[in-house]
C-alpha cells in the first residue's frame, strides 16, 4: 500500500546548525511530494512540493529533492533558526481514482539559541 | 482570498456527549477533507467530502459523520464522544485535482487552524 515514513523527533539542534529530517514513501504510480509545517497552535502550512522525480522543491531556506530511485524526499536546511521550531510532516499526494493524501508522522524540530 | 476557518477552535465535552464542527474553505474550493491529529497517532484522514459527496474515508467507527454543504462548508459530528477523541481536529480545502493525461498532477491541501476537543 501508499504510505510515508518519517525520521523519530524530537531533533533538538544550535542556532545555524545544519538540518536533515528524513522521508521515504510507499507509493503505487506517480505521486506529488509534499513537505508541511505545524507551528504552536496553528493548523499545517505547505512548505515545498515536487511534481516529479529529479525536482527541488524549495522555501525559506528549506529544500527537498524528489528522488524515485531511493524512494525519499528529504527535508534539508543549512542554518536553522530559532523560529524554525515546529513540527515537519512529510506527505505524498496521489490520483488513483480520486486524489488521495497520506501524511507521515510528523517531526518536532526545536532550536536553541 | 480568506483561509480556511473552523469554528470553534476550543470545545469541552464529556463522554458521551455529541459535538459538531464546523469548517468553511477558501472560496472556490470544493473539497474539504478532515484529519484528526493527536499525540500518539499523528495526522490521520477521516473523511473527504467533494461537491456535497463523500468521496473518501478513513478507518474511523460510524460515531464520525460529516457533510458538505451546496456552498462548500462542511461539518463534522461526532456521537457519544469517548475519552480517547480528545484530539485537534483540522479541515483542509483543495481544488479539484487536475487529473487527466498528466500523471503528475497534484492538489495543494490548505490547512484552518483546527478544533481543539477535550473530552472529560
Known amino acids: 500500500g501508499n504510505s510515508v515514513t518519517q525520521m523519530e523527533g524530537p531533533v533538538t539542534l544550535s542556532e545555524e546548525a545544519f538540518l536533515t529530517i528524513n522521508c521515504t514513501y510507499t507509493?503505487?504510480?506517480?505521486?506529488?511530494l509534499f513537505w508541511y509545517v505545524q507551528y504552536p497552535g496553528e493548523g499545517l502550512q505547505l512548505l515545498l512540493k515536487a511534481t516529479k522525480a529529479d525536482d527541488k522543491g524549495s522555501n525559506k531556506g528549506f529544500e527537498a529533492t524528489y528522488r524515485k530511485e531511493t524512494t525519499s524526499f528529504h527535508l534539508e536546511k543549512g542554518s536553522v533558526q530559532v523560529s524554525d521550531s515546529a513540527v515537519y510532516f512529510c506527505?505524498?499526494?496521489?490520483?488513483?481514482?480520486?486524489?488521495?493524501?497520506?501524511f507521515g508522522t510528523g517531526t518536532r524540530l526545536k532550536v536553541l539559541a | 482570498k480568506a483561509g480556511v476557518t473552523q469554528t470553534p477552535r476550543y470545545l469541552i465535552k464529556t463522554r458521551g456527549q455529541q459535538v459538531t464542527l464546523s469548517c468553511s474553505p477558501i472560496s472556490g474550493h470544493r473539497s474539504v477533507s478532515w484529519y484528526q491529529q493527536t499525540p500518539g497517532q499523528g495526522l490521520q484522514f477521516l473523511f473527504e467530502?467533494?461537491?456535497?459527496?463523500?468521496?473518501n474515508k478513513g478507518n474511523f467507527p460510524g460515531r464520525f459523520s460529516g457533510r458538505q454543504f451546496s456552498n462548500s462548508r462542511s461539518e463534522m459530528n461526532v456521537s457519544t464522544l469517548e475519552l480517547g477523541d480528545s484530539a485537534l481536529y483540522l479541515c483542509?480545502?483543495?481544488?479539484?485535482?487536475?487529473?487527466?493525461?498528466?500523471?503528475?498532477?497534484?492538489?495543494?491541501?490548505?490547512f484552518g487552524p483546527g478544533t481543539r476537543l477535550t473530552v472529560l
Open positions: 467530502y467533494f461537491s456535497e459527496t463523500q468521496r
Open positions: 507509493a503505487t504510480g506517480y505521486p506529488s
Open positions: 483542509a480545502s483543495s481544488e479539484s485535482p487536475r487529473a487527466g493525461r498528466n500523471f503528475y498532477s497534484y492538489n495543494e491541501q490548505f
Open positions: 506527505a505524498l499526494g496521489l490520483l488513483s481514482g480520486t486524489y488521495k493524501y497520506i
